[in-house]
């Protein structure tokens, strides 16, 4: 059954990091690019970045470049997101997503991907 599980939210201060965990333990990532998307409450679903399933390309939204940085081990079919210097607007539910694809296909839209997770929550207050 192809399934997603998401791990590693969790409450922080702002400024503060956590590292999210997207596992996939009933199937293979290695044909797969992931994407990690978030919602915050009252608001749309959000990109956050994606991974092609070489690990050779990858995306940012605006919104997290340079902070966020997004990784995977094909090996521990584990997708990681690290994020440092946490905004109060980074705060929502964190979704990962997996779709098959090429190595090199790196398409970040919500629509595109079609397994998902359950989702994580990262709230970022004092």
């Known amino acids: 059954q192809l399934q997603l599980v998401e791990s590693g939210g969790g409450l922080v201060q702002p400024g503060g990091s956590l590292r999210l965990s997207c596992a996939a333990p009933?199937?293979?990532?290695?044909?797969?690019?992931i994407g990690w998307f978030r919602q915050a409450p009252g608001k749309e679903h959000e990109g956050v970045s994606c991974?092609?399933?070489?690990?050779?390309?990858?995306y940012y939204y605006d919104s997290v470049k340079g902070r966020f940085t997004i990784s995977r081990d094909n090996a521990k079919k584990t997708v990681y997101l690290q994020m440092n210097s946490l905004k109060p607007e980074d705060a929502a539910i964190y979704y990962c997503?997996?779709?098959?694809?090429?190595?090199?296909?790196?398409?970040?839209?919500?629509?595109?991907?079609?397994?998902w997770g359950q989702g994580t929550q990262v709230t970022v207050s004092d």
């Open positions: 991974i092609s399933s070489s690990g050779g390309r990858t």
């Open positions: 997503a997996a779709e098959a694809a090429g190595p090199e296909w790196n398409v970040c839209l919500r629509h595109e991907y079609r397994i």
């Open positions: 009933g199937f293979t990532l290695d044909n797969y690019a």
